[in-house]
């Protein structure tokens, strides 16, 4: 997958300003304190809160760079998430402009709402980013949903050839027992009880096992028995509210044995590492580390198997209903929260992949015949490509990542080459 947007660099300022005044000042602040708060609250937060509102971070952090040094961030040394967000105001400018008072209105009021939500800015940062890619393409678009307010969100033609457009994005946590959030929370509850215990006892493992999904109200009860756990290093019983085992970690030849500090984690590495060294798929993870070689592993797990394949099936039937039924018709869906490495896990187990068996149900029914393509992505890496036209310097950021487009072998236009959009 491949989606690029570019503007001349000394647009860049402009583009930042108006993206700025699109959402307001006050919105864009609003989030960044908000994520400082609880990042003061909770340490732990941080890396959830730089996953799921990655846009909003980065532009605090531009508009400090700016307040200080009253230039941008460096476009070469820039880290990712800035890179995301120049493409994202650069997609933004070349949106914006192009639709009716009321399109912008509204378009303006999902950019506030999603600064203001537990949601973030990234799946409207989606819808953006397919619109970009298949205006690169040669497509005249018309932002439906934008415009009318409703129903599929974009209506798209090329030499005479009208297309739908749907784009759904969710979070990784959707069909599953316990949430990112959830985790987080239950891991600032338990932080100092965790480093304490690594001053006695070293580097160790903690297994806590809950009988359902995790909700917000046993956090406490299940934060208190841990720190009884780890503080008497002890077994607790359960089930409920909890069952935890504690033991010694062996950390040799695992990815936390590294001499430096801070060390390098790869998530990835972690749930590989653990599904590896204990047996749990997917697992739910909280990694403390400490200056003397050592770590504090806590890992969280549910007796009640997760539905992510049906949860995500679900939410995208229900998408499918914002189509006319008159047109050819695309359903991009999009993982907010999944590294790339994820995405390519849920597709490969079993066969068929689970993305096989959800566009499959989607396309058995008789009411959804029009669907022609069915596409699941999760955010890719930003790459970086500058190019030079006499005095005019233009500068390319490229979001690459996988994509999955299983497209339906018995509609009519098939073979048509003008939908072969993320061949």
């Known amino acids: 997958m491949k989606f690029e947007a570019s503007a001349p660099w000394e647009e860049l300022p402009g583009l930042i300003s108006k993206a700025i005044q699109i959402g307001t000042p006050k919105a864009w602040r609003r989030r960044a304190d908000s994520c400082a708060a609880q990042v003061k609250e909770n340490p732990l937060s941080a890396s959830y809160l730089n996953e799921r509102f990655g846009l909003e971070l980065a532009m605090a952090r531009v508009r400090q760079h700016l307040k200080v040094t009253h230039r941008l961030p460096d476009k070469n040394g820039a880290d990712p998430s800035i890179q995301r967000l120049y493409a994202f105001v650069a997609m933004l400018g070349r949106v914006f402009p192009g639709l009716s008072a009321n399109a912008q209105n509204r378009l303006a009021g999902k950019i506030r709402g999603g600064l203001l939500d537990d949601v973030g800015l990234e799946s409207t940062a989606f819808e953006l980013h397919i619109g970009s890619h298949l205006l690169a393409m040669g497509f005249e678009i018309a932002w439906n949903d934008l415009e009318h307010g409703g129903g599929y969100d974009l209506l798209i033609s090329k030499e005479g050839l009208e297309a739908e457009v749907e784009c759904k994005s969710f979070s990784g946590d959707i069909g599953r027992q316990i949430h990112k959030r959830r985790l987080v929370q239950l891991g600032g509850l338990i932080n100092e009880a965790l480093a304490e215990a690594f001053q006695r006892i070293g580097s160790t493992s903690v297994e806590v096992r809950i009988p359902k999904r995790l909700n917000g109200n046993e956090i406490p009860d299940i934060a208190d028995r841990i720190r009884q756990a780890v503080r008497e290093q002890v077994n607790i019983h359960g089930p409920s509210p909890c069952e935890i085992n504690i033991r010694p970690l062996e950390i040799a030849g695992s990815p936390f ?15 590989n590492f653990v599904q590896e060294r204990f047996g749990f798929y997917n697992p739910n993870v909280l990694v403390q580390m400490h200056r003397q070689r050592g770590v504090m592993l806590l890992m969280l797990r549910s007796q009640r198997a997760d539905n992510v394949v049906g949860s995500i099936y679900r939410a995208l039937k229900e998408g499918a209903t914002q189509f006319s ?82 497209p339906n072998l018995d509609h009519p236009l098939y073979r048509e080459k003008r939908l072969q959009i993320f061949a």
């Open 325 to 406: 039924g008159d047109r050819p018709a695309i359903l991009c869906a999009h993982m907010l929260d999944v590294s790339p490495e994820q995405l390519v896990e849920l597709d490969q187990d079993p066969n068929p992949s689970n993305l096989d068996r959800i566009a499959t149900r989607l396309r058995r029914a008789d009411n959804r015949k029009y669907l022609h393509t069915i596409t699941f992505s999760a955010p890719g890496a930003i790459q970086y490509r500058r190019e030079q036209s006499g005095r005019i310097v233009r500068n390319h950021r490229r979001e690459i990542g996988p994509m999955y487009a299983i």
């Open 257 to 271: 044995d590294q001499d430096a500090f801070p060390p390098k984690i790869d998530p990835d590495a972690v749930q």
